[in-house]
């Protein structure tokens, strides 16, 4: 789901670019990082983020219900590939952008 009109996404927050204009005339130190997203299974990690988390919630609510069932198909789909935990587990690495700004 887009961001509201005028606001950029959350997701440009992570690339060195966009932190470069938000925090202009500072000294910004990053590093590359994986952070490990741990749950019981792809199904479990699809109820906490269909649930909880804001962007997903929305996309589910604004589908119909055969479009959820497509969209949550392949988002299992996509999780059990992604899985370096083997069965009975789901571990998803995911990189992001550690970065430390230092006021001149």
Sequence with gaps: MPPPAGIKP???WGTRARLGELFA?????V???TFKFRYE????W???FRTYYGPTHKAFAALGAEKSGALEAE???LLGRSNVGGSGTLII????LEAVITKR
């Design 93 to 96: 690495p995911s990189d992001y």
């Design 10 to 12: 959350p997701t440009l």
């Design 25 to 29: 005339g500072h000294d910004i130190d």
């Design 46 to 48: 699809l109820h906490v």
């Design 41 to 44: 299974s792809p199904e479990q």
């Design 75 to 77: 988002i299992l789909d």
């Design 31 to 33: 590093t590359q990082q």
